[in-house]
């Protein structure tokens, strides 16, 4: 576990390290729970980085209903590249206002589904 990156942006677990590449000159976050990582950099501190700012991120009002927990319409599309071929991309959406997450998703599309039918972590442990 690293002190310097933020909980798993999936599963929220703080079993999260970053990787070395065997040759030396590329870094990434990961979690050890669920496998999620993060953007690579060419330094621990560019990982972490990524890791942090989970991915990349663009704003996207079209197909998303406002946010259900306080109203706010602008909300973030998150998308984290796979580091591997055998590696699914993945897509989160965010409210930046109060932080509610829904379910990440392999595509866009259905991330933008689990948003607008409101599937949240908490509503799957039910
Ligand atoms: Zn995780
Ligand atoms: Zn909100």
């Not at 197909?63 to 699914?88: F, Q, V």
């Not at 959406?93 to 991330?111: I, K, M, S, W």
């Given at each position: ?68 927990k306080c109203g706010y ?37 259905d991330a933008i589904e ?13």
């Amino acid at each position: 576990m690293s002190e310097k990156l933020i909980p798993c942006p999936f599963c929220g677990s703080t079993d999260t390290d970053v990787l070395r590449s065997t040759d030396g000159v590329k870094f990434w976050g990961r979690c050890e729970t669920c496998g999620a990582v993060g953007g690579v950099g060419s330094t621990d501190e560019e990982a972490v980085n990524n890791w942090n700012r989970r991915g990349t991120t663009k704003q996207d009002d079209r197909a998303l209903l406002p946010c259900p927990k306080c109203g706010y319409p602008h909300l973030l599309i998150h998308h984290w590249e796979p580091r591997h071929e055998d590696e699914a991309e993945s897509y989160q959406v965010e409210c930046p206002e109060c932080g509610y997450v829904a379910l990440p998703a392999n595509t866009e599309a259905d991330a933008i589904e689990y948003w607008n039918r409101g599937d949240d972590n908490d509503s799957s442990e039910l």
